[in-house]
Each structure stands twice: as C-alpha cells, then as structure tokens.
C-alpha cells in the first residue's frame, strides 16, 4: 500500500540504538513509526521528507554494530 514519509529523523553516519525512531510514514491518514531493529551506524538514507513509498522500498540502510 503505497504511503509517504512525513519525517526523516536520522542522517547517514549517525549512531542509532535499538528501538530508535528513524522515520515517520504516513498512510491512509495513520502514521507509522520506523525504529532502527539493532544498534549501529546510518549507512544510507534513501528517501527525504515528502516522497511517497510503497511496500518493500530500501528507505534507510543500518550497518549493524559489533561489539
């Protein structure tokens, strides 16, 4: 179902934690919360503020931490 993204909350190279919000998406006026699965790094961003999406769309790529 296709949606968009509200808010972008995170850039490339910053360290996220589990659980952190990442981005807001909205769709059929519900908003979503996307939160980072593990701990790590932003290692790309690819959608901004506005740009509508759709299932399975890359929209923030995470390069896990170790430990």
Do not use: C, R, W
């Not at 808010?7 to 998406?25: D, H, M, R, Y």
């Not at 006026?29 to 890359?58: C, H, R, S, W, Y």
């Amino acid at each position: 179902m296709p949606g968009s993204v509200t808010e972008v909350k995170v850039s490339v190279g910053e360290t996220v934690k589990a659980n952190q919000p990442l981005l807001i998406t909205e769709a059929m006026k519900m908003e979503t919360t996307i939160q980072a699965p593990f701990d790590g790094v932003i290692k790309q961003v690819t959608v901004n503020n506005g740009d509508t999406i759709a299932t399975g769309d890359l929209l923030i790529e995470i390069e896990k931490a170790t430990d």
